[in-house]
């Protein structure tokens, strides 16, 4: 049963019956009430946005579909892998069985399946060809994201002890370093299951014979910097740091998705590296907005900074003395149907800056297209 919170006096977000009904609330039914109302902000948003014409065929549906399926095949594939072993998955599901905060497991097909679908998307407005090596690694990449994500927003204690060695485990900075990278910890299945994705992804991206070595070590390195920084972005520690953190964390991984792909090709003629980074960076936040917005009410429950709460925090001066007061006014300022006509704007908006950006770019735009059109579905669908 959700815990039920003391009522702090505030006054109500909006004003009205409404507001104030929703404001005497137990914490524990305004987020019910607040579940409610966000499903249907996000419906209005989904609707909105499907009017946006696209090329990508309409077939999100059918594609996003697949996602798991694809992604579970590799991941058995994967699991054969000698940095895996076909016992780590199962290790870790086990573990998940009995304890909740690693159900993360149960979307690792989805995230492979989305990796390797970003990772042809890239190479098929690039190259106009596809190396399903690369793909792979991008697959890599998306579900030792999504371990790392787990981990730190579910158990962050766990990993704490091994947040260093991980970081050289997966940025390897000097030439010299063992391949290999650290051993991986033993003392729980779940960190143990992190080095070893890592080092997979590692070993898969130096058999694409990848020769950008020198922006794809930085770019990592800040995607895990994002990440880790982001463990500590609870109500308790107050919102006095840079929304820029809560952007990165999905900006940078996607950026290293990209680099991967990029594989021994180097950038084809024509397109500037800053150019498309500047589309990716949108498209990343353009993600960012549509997960956020999904998991806002989810987010307040556990008391968790994201973009929206941040942004709301920041615009409506949310003073607070105990996390619960800040829980209490973020979940009550839903009620307003001005919240909800700001929110799908800011959506709208963040699809038209991806839109701009992608204008500019001398590539093909179907293949973007579909990948927009994917995401919209996969969050809101």
Same mark, same amino acid.
């Given at each position: 049963?959700?815990?039920?919170?003391?009522?702090?006096?505030?006054?109500?977000?909006? $004003?009205?019956?409404?507001?104030?009904?929703?404001?005497?609330?137990?914490?524990?039914?305004?987020?019910?009430?607040?579940?409610?109302?966000?499903?249907?902000?996000? $419906?209005?948003?989904?609707?909105?946005?499907?009017?946006?014409?696209?090329?990508?065929?309409?077939?999100?549906?059918?594609?996003?579909?697949?996602?798991?399926?694809?992604?579970?095949?590799?991941?058995?594939?994967?699991?054969?892998?000698?940095?895996?072993?076909?016992?780590?998955?199962?290790?870790?599901?086990?573990?998940?069985?009995?304890?909740?905060?690693?159900?993360?497991?149960?979307?690792?097909?989805?995230?492979?399946?989305? $990796?390797?679908?970003?990772?042809?998307?890239?190479?098929?407005?690039?190259?106009?060809?596809?190396?399903?090596?690369?793909?792979?690694?991008?697959?890599?990449?998306?579900?030792?994201?999504?371990?790392?994500?787990?981990?730190?927003?579910?158990?962050?204690?766990?990993?704490?002890?091994?947040?260093?060695?991980?970081?050289?485990?997966?940025?390897?900075?000097?030439?010299?370093?063992?391949?290999?990278?650290?051993?991986?910890?033993?003392?729980?299945?779940?960190?143990?299951?992190?080095?070893?994705?890592?080092?997979?992804?590692?070993?898969?991206?130096?058999?694409?014979?990848?020769?950008?070595?020198?922006?794809?070590?930085?770019?990592?390195?800040?995607?895990?910097?994002?990440?880790?920084?982001?463990?500590?972005?609870?109500?308790?520690?107050? $919102?006095?740091?840079?929304?820029?953190?809560?952007?990165?964390?999905?900006?940078?991984?996607?950026?290293?998705?990209?680099?991967?792909?990029?594989?021994?090709?180097?950038?084809?003629?024509?397109?500037?590296?800053?150019?498309?980074?500047?589309?990716?960076?949108?498209?990343?936040?353009?993600?960012?907005?549509?997960?956020?917005?999904?998991?806002?009410?989810?987010?307040?429950?556990?008391?968790?900074?994201?973009?929206?709460?941040?942004?709301?925090?920041?615009?409506?001066?949310?003073?607070?003395?105990?996390?619960?007061?800040?829980?209490?006014?973020?979940?009550?300022?839903?009620?307003?149907?001005?919240?909800?006509?700001?929110?799908?704007?800011?959506?709208?908006?963040?699809?038209?800056?991806?839109?701009?950006?992608?204008?500019?770019?001398?590539?093909?735009?179907?293949?973007?297209?579909?990948?927009?059109?994917?995401?919209?579905?996969?969050?809101?669908?």
């Amino acid at each position: 049963m959700p815990e039920r919170l003391p009522v702090p006096a505030l006054d109500p977000p909006g $004003g009205g019956p409404e507001a104030i009904r929703w404001a005497r609330c137990p914490v524990s039914q305004l987020a019910d009430l607040a579940d409610v109302v966000l499903a249907d902000i996000v $419906g209005r948003l989904h609707t909105r946005l499907r009017e946006v014409p696209l090329v990508g065929g309409g077939s999100a549906g059918e594609r996003v579909g697949r996602f798991s399926e694809n992604g579970l095949a590799l991941l058995f594939t994967l699991g054969g892998e000698p940095e895996l072993g076909s016992d780590c998955l199962e290790r870790c599901r086990h573990v998940a069985e009995g304890d909740a905060r690693f159900s993360f497991i149960y979307s690792l097909p989805r995230s492979a399946g989305f $990796g390797a679908a970003l990772g042809d998307t890239i190479q098929a407005a690039l190259f106009g060809e596809i190396l399903p090596s690369c793909s792979q690694v991008a697959a890599l990449l998306n579900v030792f994201m999504t371990v790392l994500d787990g981990l730190v927003d579910n158990v962050p204690a766990l990993l704490g002890p091994h947040r260093d060695a991980l970081v050289t485990a997966v940025c390897g900075d000097a030439p010299q370093a063992d391949p290999a990278g650290p051993q991986p910890p033993d003392d729980h299945p779940f960190n143990t299951l992190c080095f070893l994705v890592a080092a997979l992804w590692r070993r898969k991206w130096r058999e694409t014979g990848g020769t950008n070595g020198e922006a794809v070590t930085p770019a990592i390195r800040s995607a895990l910097f994002a990440e880790l920084a982001d463990a500590g972005a609870g109500f308790a520690g107050g $919102g006095d740091f840079s929304e820029e953190i809560l952007y990165d964390r999905c900006r940078w991984p996607v950026w290293v998705q990209v680099l991967a792909c990029l594989g021994p090709r180097g950038w084809p003629p024509g397109v500037a590296p800053a150019a498309f980074q500047r589309f990716v960076f949108r498209v990343a936040d353009y993600t960012t907005y549509l997960d956020d917005l999904c998991d806002f009410v989810y987010d307040c429950r556990i008391r968790h900074w994201n973009s929206i709460s941040h942004a709301w925090w920041r615009r409506y001066q949310l003073s607070y003395d105990r996390p619960d007061q800040l829980q209490r006014k973020l979940l009550a300022r839903l009620a307003g149907e001005e919240t909800a006509v700001d929110l799908i704007q800011l959506g709208l908006e963040r699809r038209a800056a991806v839109s701009e950006a992608m204008a500019s770019l001398p590539v093909p735009k179907e293949p973007l297209e579909r990948l927009l059109e994917d995401l919209t579905h996969a969050y809101l669908g």
